[in-house]
């Protein structure tokens, strides 16, 4: 027995729903927390897996933490923190963990991590980490299973990305919030959870100031203090939640949606024939959905572009649409390993150079068993169950619970069948089928 998500068809997901805390704001956010030392307040804490995986981690290093999880509120007491250490257990389980590479280098002048085995140098390099945190006068060597980072002091530096990279970005910046100097990363993600993240070191007392069109510079401070903040809302939720109403015919309404993050996206919905309306100040989203929505190419690209995390649901929403649409990931090499997935559900798409999916549009897809192997993936399996006839199988159910707050509750809020259970399946899922992402 193993836990599915077991959903069936269903028409017009109708309501009105509200949004999380983003995951990816989150995340690096409590690891900012390593950065100060005192008790630390965030609200509006989504309750995912992969929020408690990074509490786990956070008490290995000695934090203190409370979460209550009903009203969403997580205390961070980062004074007692003592360790530098991520053990091998919690850094296989999420690749986000590396993101405290960056505090502990500020705080104890050492990191020690894992590595999550062949995914460090093979599909998800963190070569732009370690390269760059090498230029500020770190040295790495590795010891057994781990990866020791050492500096006897911080330099501050003119930094360049090749890639806009978040993850890279949003631990340069934490190590060198800290750092004497002048630092400068050049060619920065702006993605609305790195400006989240700036927000809260600005709260700490950090001095960042954003130079156009993508540079971050950090004028380094002796300390930072505890603060209290609410975490920005999931934008990659929303276009979710409005795409389960777009692919079966619905109409919904989110409050706490920012439109202003989601611009392209709402744009290629409205491209489709959605209705969209947008309340006062961009806050707020309504989607009514077209009868025979047509189908639309896109490329994923980093913030303001299409993100590459809705690029699998909106995939979904293209199988039914009428046309042909292309759709090419530019953001990761490998992540249209969901395609095989929905061709068993009868859609047709062929694989181009591995990051291109070419997508004819089909009138209905079947119910089936299928494979999950990353949490977006996880998020848009469950949309094409929705609009499948019959009933479809979804295994792989942690990439769904690592990256949302009860998704299957909301949708069944707003009228899905859907449901989260234990059930007798045919086969396991083969390790290199999943991405942790
Ligand atoms: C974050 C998000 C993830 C999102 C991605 C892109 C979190 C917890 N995760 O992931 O949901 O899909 O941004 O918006 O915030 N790369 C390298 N070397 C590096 C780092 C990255 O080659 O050192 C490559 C990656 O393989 C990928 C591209 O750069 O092809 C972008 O990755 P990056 O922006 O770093 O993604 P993450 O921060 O891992």
């Known amino acids: 027995m193993q836990e599915c998500i077991i959903v069936e068809q269903t028409h017009n997901i109708e309501g009105e729903i509200s949004l999380s805390g983003a995951k990816n704001a989150v995340l690096v956010i409590m690891a900012s927390t390593l950065l100060n030392s005192g008790k630390n307040t ?64 500020a705080r104890f002048s050492k990191t020690e991590i894992s590595l999550p085995g062949g995914c460090v140098l093979g599909k998800r390099p963190i070569n732009y980490h370690l390269d760059n945190f090498k230029k500020v006068g770190v040295t790495f060597e590795q010891s057994g299973d781990y990866l020791v980072g050492s500096t006897n002091k911080l330099l501050a530096k003119r930094l360049a990305l090749e890639y806009p990279s978040v993850g890279a970005t949003e631990n340069l910046m934490m190590s060198a919030v ?14 609305p959870e790195v400006l989240d993240l700036i927000e809260v070191l600005k709260r700490m007392g950090a001095k960042i100031s954003i130079l156009p069109p993508a540079t971050i510079e950090i004028e380094g401070v002796n300390t930072l203090n505890a603060v209290e903040h609410s975490i920005l809302c999931d934008r990659l ?98 992540r249209l390993i969901h395609i095989f997935e929905l061709q068993k559900m009868g859609a047709k798409i062929i694989l181009e150079n591995n990051n291109k999916a070419i997508i004819t549009g089909v009138k209905e897809l079947v119910g089936t068993e299928v494979v999950a192997s990353d949490i977006r993936a996880s998020c848009a399996l469950v949309l094409a169950g929705l609009a499948a006839n019959g009933k479809t199988i979804v295994k792989g159910v942690h990439h769904f619970k690592r990256g949302y707050d009860a998704l299957d509750q909301k949708l069944r809020s707003l009228g899905a069948q859907i449901k989260i259970e234990k059930q007798d399946i045919l086969q396991d899922i083969p390790k290199e089928k999943t991405l942790e992402i």
Do not use: W
């Not at 100097?181 to 993600?189: D, R, S």
């Not at 190419?297 to 009428?322: I, N, R």
């Open 42 to 105: 965030l609200r509006n804490v989504p309750n995912s897996e992969d929020v408690l995986c990074m509490i786990n981690l956070l008490e290995e290093l000695g934090a203190q933490v409370n979460f209550d999880q009903l009203n969403k509120v997580l205390e961070i007491d980062t004074s007692t923190v003592i360790n530098y250490k991520v053990s091998p257990n919690i850094m296989k389980k999420m690749r986000a963990s590396v993101l405290v590479m960056g505090p502990l280098l």
């Open 178 to 191: 800290l750092t004497q100097g002048k630092t400068t990363i050049v060619n920065a993600a702006l993605e």
């Open 237 to 334: 939720e929303a276009g979710s939640l409005l795409l389960a109403a777009a692919i079966t015919g619905g109409n919904i309404h989110i409050p706490n949606a920012s439109a202003n993050l989601l611009d392209v996206f709402l744009m290629k919905l409205e491209e489709m024939g959605h209705s969209i309306l947008i309340g006062q100040n961009g806050q707020s989203i309504r989607l009514m959905a077209c009868k025979s929505p047509k189908a639309v190419s896109f490329k994923t690209a980093p913030y303001p572009g299409f993100p590459t995390d809705l690029q699998a649901p909106m995939l979904v929403a293209q199988t039914l649409a009428e046309g042909v649409s292309e759709i090419e990931e530019t953001v990761f090499e490998n």
